[in-house]
């Protein structure tokens, strides 16, 4: 998000949830999944996302100390708003929207507050439409299992054919003023009771992006859902033989890569041109250091290498940016629920030196990865004189990228 758009979120959790059943914890939003309440792990995602400045969280008027224990632990606490809903999802929604009013932002996303695994790629790919210029944007997934079509009997009236068929998910993000005046118009004029906030844009006319999302990004609707959830979130028994020690998916992943050096003026390392009396040759701009991170960040979720995404015969990657990979890469972790905690690369080479584009390609490394330049390193040792690199005819590149899954940020 650019830093002149201004970016709000809305958290509907103020339902009852029925279909979860009665529980001491009260409903769904507030049940505890891997030792937090859900809700608390759904407003970690958005408050940890960099370009969210406003959270408002709908909630039932009879939740007000629920809520307050279930936010007692986090973060930039003072970022979050509660208003009280309405009588269904539509009028909580417009609530909600209403209690942005005074500030308006640019852009808001609306996301259900029982989807706890969402992850900052799939938000990621809501703020992009945005900033496309598109007025409302819907995270979805292809439908992939066969459809059938019921009647009341239960039996099988007919198979639905599925091309074209998407599930819906959230965060739906829209114009703030666009879906606010939508929302208003079908308060006025509309009986119907929406079932989602794409489909009170579709209403009103206003064309909707599909964006993607992902299998992970889940709604919990019932108690099945609930146990589900907390068993992905927790461990029964650690490897200490500890019951209920939750233990967090912290996966490693490494890359190797290196081209040979070939007579030209400049080497690409990081991303970062660096003059020279010779120059990498290979597929794209031949970035040893960015392809052999792509596959580390790959490796953490078992997608294949960077030749399964970006095939060498493809004439479309020739002479292309390998930023273009890493960003993908990147992107694929997210997707799949992951947190990139750190990337590292050492590169091997006799010259040019690296030294003086070190900070320089920290720097691209975070920008490109949008971590912070703390979590990234790169370091440079020569071969003393040894082997390929040692005489001057390539340059290799040790990559290790460190990624936390699970916890839906």
């Known amino acids: 998000m650019t830093e002149n758009r201004r970016l709000a979120v809305i958290i509907v959790a103020a339902g009852r949830g029925e279909r979860a059943g009665s529980h001491t914890d009260g409903p769904k939003q507030y049940r505890l999944i891997g030792g937090k309440p859900v809700l608390a792990w759904t407003l970690s995602t958005f408050l940890s996302y960099r370009a969210c400045r406003d959270i408002v969280v709908v909630i039932h008027g009879d939740d007000k100390a629920l809520f307050e224990t279930a936010v007692a632990g986090l973060d930039c606490r003072e970022r979050i708003q509660t208003v009280t809903g309405g009588a269904n999802r539509q009028d909580s929604v417009r609530a909600g929207l209403e209690a942005l009013s005074a500030r308006a932002p640019d852009n808001v996303l609306i996301h259900d507050g029982v989807r706890p695994f969402v992850s900052h790629g799939v938000i990621d790919g809501v703020v992009a439409a945005l900033e496309n210029n598109d007025r409302a944007a819907l995270p979805a997934v292809q439908v992939a299992d066969t459809l059938k079509r019921g009647d009341d009997m239960g039996k099988v009236m007919d198979t639905v054919p599925r091309a074209g068929l998407f599930g819906a998910q959230t965060p739906q993000g829209f114009d703030y003023q666009t879906i606010l005046a939508a929302h208003r118009q079908a308060a006025r004029e509309s009986g119907a009771e929406f079932t989602d906030d794409c489909a009170v844009a579709e209403w009103a006319g206003i064309p909707?992006?599909?964006?993607?999302?992902?299998?992970?990004?889940?709604?919990?609707?019932?108690?099945?859902?609930?146990?589900?959830?907390?068993?992905?979130?927790?461990?029964?028994?650690?490897?200490?033989?500890?019951?209920?020690?939750?233990?967090?998916?912290?996966?490693?992943?490494?890359?190797?890569?290196?081209?040979?050096?070939?007579?030209?003026?400049?080497?690409?390392?990081?991303?970062?041109?660096?003059?020279?009396?010779?120059?990498?040759?290979?597929?794209?701009?031949?970035?040893?250091?960015?392809?052999?991170?792509?596959?580390?960040?790959?490796?953490?979720?078992?997608?294949?290498?960077?030749?399964?995404?970006?095939?060498?015969?493809?004439?479309?990657?020739?002479?292309?940016?390998?930023?273009?990979?890493?960003?993908?890469?990147?992107?694929?972790?997210?997707?799949?629920?992951?947190?990139?905690?750190?990337?590292?690369?050492?590169?091997?080479?006799?010259?040019?030196?690296?030294?003086?584009?070190?900070?320089?390609?920290?720097?691209?490394?975070?920008?490109?990865?949008?971590?912070?330049?703390?979590?990234?390193?790169?370091?440079?040792?020569?071969?003393?004189?040894?082997?390929?690199?040692?005489?001057?005819?390539?340059?290799?590149?040790?990559?290790?990228?460190?990624?936390?899954?699970?916890?839906?940020?």
């Open 208 to 409: 909707v992006r599909l964006t993607t999302g992902s299998p992970l990004n889940v709604k919990l609707t019932t108690a099945e859902d609930i146990a589900m959830a907390d068993e992905r979130l927790s461990t029964r028994k650690s490897d200490a033989g500890v019951a209920g020690t939750p233990l967090p998916d912290v996966r490693t992943g490494n890359g190797y890569d290196v081209h040979r050096l070939v007579p030209g003026d400049h080497v690409t390392l990081c991303g970062i041109h660096i003059p020279h009396d010779q120059r990498l040759d290979g597929h794209s701009d031949a970035d040893v250091a960015l392809h052999a991170l792509t596959d580390a960040l790959l490796a953490t979720c078992g997608a294949g290498d960077i030749g399964d995404h970006f095939p060498p015969s493809d004439p479309n990657w020739r002479g292309a940016a390998s930023e273009i990979f890493l960003a993908h890469a990147a992107t694929v972790v997210r997707d799949a629920g992951g947190v990139i905690m750190n990337a590292d690369v050492s590169l091997i080479a006799e010259a040019p030196k690296i030294g003086p584009h070190r900070l320089a390609m920290r720097q691209n490394l975070a920008r490109i990865l949008a971590i912070s330049e703390e979590r990234c390193s790169v370091k440079a040792t020569t071969n003393e004189t040894i082997g390929f690199a040692g005489r001057r005819e390539g340059i290799a590149a040790i990559a290790t990228a460190t990624v936390v899954y699970g916890a839906g940020t």
